[in-house]
């Protein structure tokens, strides 16, 4: 199965969460999965961390975005926070949930393989 990879763009947390929706279910298959916060969208991890959308979604028995970054992390799916992002935001690599990693656009990337899919959102 060929890499999915996800560059988050805005700071749109409905955006993110169906990004991770996705990140999760391609790592619950076997494949691997990354997800990278770029720029505004790091401020998406500013605890405490929700989404407009929280409430609805609990009440139809769904994940919130906090446990949705949780489930996401445990099922293997890389998340990595965007460093000028993070300055931007006034985040500090203590600030984000644990998992988490600091990193940038070229590093990414790097990582990325030439069979992956690589998707903005």
Known sequence: MRALRIVVATADAERLRGVLAMAAAQAALGGAAAVFLQLDAAGLLRAPMGAP????????????????????????????????????????AEDLPLGVETGGPIGFLQATGDQARLIFA
């Open 53 to 92: 959308c929280d409430d609805a979604h609990r009440a139809a028995g769904l994940p919130s975005l906090a446990m949705l970054i949780e489930e996401a992390l445990g099922l293997g799916v890389e998340l990595t926070v965007c460093q000028s992002g993070m300055a931007l935001c006034g985040l500090a």
